[in-house]
């Protein structure tokens, strides 16, 4: 085994390669025994800098002096923007009337830049192009099965459309046979006309012949030609077959839809590297309750903000509200279904989504109309939440009691189902209980499953993070339940306990930090932030209201 590179050997001397090292060259990086210090300054006794071993690279090597030999630079003309010797500073020449810094107090700042840059490299910048070669990494992942969904729905639209043909070809076989009958109406109707005048015809004729042979003056006197009237032809029917005018394959493309061209945006990441750059908020040592508005609901479930000055709110009611934050209901809408919804999100553009339970539906307002965005077979929705990037994630049960899963979809079309964790074990639990779910600033998605007692935090790829089962405390004895959930702009989590009365927050990696247990929380439910930070508390039973919460400084 090499003595220079065993991680089980003590460091030996660079020259002799045997002695244990006591010293170190701070000018040459060499590592000496106290034997060979002789031998490795002989050549130039003042250059080197021993020092002992563990006081290593401890001292500065100042640049030579280009001017004066034999001294070194310790300070920086700042006008000529170069290291200068003491004699350079008194120079009557090349340096008349400069003004210098000291090169060490420089140093020193460059090496708090240096560490403050490492630092950030570290903590931050390396974080985020791991978060965004995990995202793009996620993307490629799920590409095929995103153009695999991409094409059968294209196949079912086809399958649609032949089933289209095929009776719009039905309809026109039963066109075109009616239009023969007609058809055969016509002619048949204008020929009894014709074999009409034809029978008063031969008749005229039979009553000419024996005229021709009667010698009857009275009969023959009595005689008006009929031929006038017989020359005067009926008009002729022409009846034209009908025509059909196929459209062409290109029109037929067109008609089937249209492919809109693959497009890719770029988004402004310094912007973002910025924002994580702020100065962090901290907590304060006691939440302030800054307002208390009563909606009026007896059994109020979620909350979710629109702007800082307006939120929308739903109970066990068909109505959604929204309400300013003097309590003044600014908007109102009813689910289509006539039951409760069963959650609400806001979109970036300010759009109100919703999930109804007895439709199995995801559902978006838009001026005022409710559009079906989602429909599920054998799936129920529960809850849902709007992502950075305008995907929905949704919770939703099995008709067969089957775990529980989130799917993330963009627009209608399902992009991701998240399960099962990498043991094949099911991420929440069965039971039809509500899981609330919410994305952090660092994409992880938090599912609070009530029926599991536990948070429940994926990465965005879908592999578990962690999960949190609660904080021993013994004031805090009712088990814990959590509900409603939601993360700020510090990644925070924050979590309903609604039976202990109480918010839990907890860092990004699941550290319990502290308990939201003040401002006189009643079964706080579902819960929301705005983008100052400000928290919304939804209190479930009888009060009807929702607290504003500081709880950031």
Known sequence: M?????????????????????????????????????????????????????????????????????????FLCK???????????????????????????????????????????????????????????TQ??????????????????????????DNAINKMKNEIEEMKIKHLEILKKHLDEIKQIQSLIEQSLITLKEMEESNEVSVTMEYRSKNKEFRKLPPKVRVSLP????????????????????????????????????????????PKLVTTINTGYKYLCNVTCLSEEAFWTCAEVSDMKCFNVKGKVINAIKTKSGERS???????????????????????????QIEEVIRLQGWTPLKLCVTSSGDLLVTMCSDDQTP?????????????????????????????????????????????????GAVVVVKQTGKLRFRYTGHSSTTKNKAFQPLGITTDSQSQILTVDPYNHCIHILDQNGQFLRYIDHCNLKYPWGLCVDKSDNLFVTEYYYSGNVKKINYLQ
């Open 140 to 165: 490629i992942a799920n590409l095929d099965g995103e153009y695999v969904k991409f094409t059968t729905v294209v196949t079912k639209h086809g399958e649609e459309w032949h089933k289209e043909i």
């Open 79 to 137: 006008e000529c923007d170069m290291s200068v010797c003491s004699m350079c500073t008194i120079s009557a020449d090349k340096h008349k009337g400069h003004t210098f810094s000291i090169l060490y107090e420089i140093y020193n700042e460059r090496k708090a830049d240096i560490t403050k840059d490492s630092e950030e490299i570290e903590n931050i910048i390396s974080a985020t192009y791991e978060e965004m070669a995990t995202d793009l990494e």
């Open 243 to 286: 025509t059909f005018s196929p459209i062409d394959s290109e029109q037929l493309y067109k008609s089937l839809g249209s492919l809109i061209p693959l497009s890719f945006t770029t988004d402004e990441n310094a912007d973002t590297m910025k924002k994580r750059e702020t100065s962090p908020k901290e907590l304060m040592d006691e």
């Open 404 to 452: 529980s899963k989130v799917v993330r979809y963009s627009g209608s079309t399902e992009k991701q189902t998240i399960l099962y964790d990498d043991e094949g074990k099911p991420l929440y639990s069965g039971s039809p209980t509500i899981k609330h779910i919410s994305e952090n600033r660092n994409l992880d998605i938090c599912v609070a499953d009530c029926g599991a």
């Open 342 to 368: 069963g959650d609400i999100a806001v979109t970036s553009d300010g759009n109100l989504v919703y999930c109804d339970q007895k439709t199995k539906t995801v559902n978006k307002v838009k001026s005022g």
């Open 2 to 74: 090499d003595p220079h590179h065993s991680a089980q050997d003590v460091v030996r001397c660079d020259l002799c390669e045997t002695a244990i090292v006591q010293m170190y060259c701070d000018f040459c990086h060499v590592n000496l025994c106290f034997a060979c210090i002789g031998k490795h300054i002989a050549d130039d006794y003042q250059k080197h800098i021993v020092v002992p071993f563990q006081n290593r690279k401890s001292t500065l090597i100042y640049p030579k002096c280009s001017t004066h030999q034999n001294k070194v630079c310790e």
